[in-house]
Nanobody, 118 residues
Framework: QVQLVESGGGLVQAGGSLTLSCAAS????????MGWYRQAPGKERELVAD?????????ADSVKGRFTISILRNNAKIMVWLQMNGLKPEDATVYYC??????????WGQGTQVTVSS
């Protein structure tokens, strides 16, 4: 079983920056992709960015050029960061860390709130 612990959400002014962190522990050997999703009230959860353990990145068009994702892996855990620059009010919502295995199993963090004031 994979445990995901997120941190780094909070309140920021429009145009500001935040970094979200996610630590994966437990059965991490089979994880091949880590990512960040977000879900606004009444909307479906959407991919923001993901990255494979070999470093291949996938960034949503809506955040391309403003958000970056990075990963660090060792024997005990995997860390993934989402650096968010140039935040806009429409970026404000709950962000979720996700881990996926090659077998297609998905694990989710508890979510962290990002609030952007205009």
């Amino acid at each position: 079983q994979v445990q995901l612990v997120e941190s780094g959400g909070g309140l920021v002014q429009a145009g500001g920056s935040l970094t979200l962190s996610c630590a994966a522990s437990g059965s991490i050997r089979s994880i091949n992709t880590m990512g960040w999703y977000r879900q606004a009230p009444g909307k479906e959860r959407e991919l923001v960015a993901d990255i494979t353990t070999s470093g291949t990145r996938n960034i949503a068009d809506s955040v391309k050029g403003r958000f970056t994702i990075s990963i660090l892996r060792n024997n005990a855990k995997i860390m993934v960061w989402l650096q968010m620059n140039g935040l806009k009010p429409e970026d404000a919502t709950v962000y979720y860390c996700n881990a996926q295995t090659l077998q297609g199993k998905s694990s989710w963090g508890q979510g962290t709130q990002v609030t952007v004031s205009s």
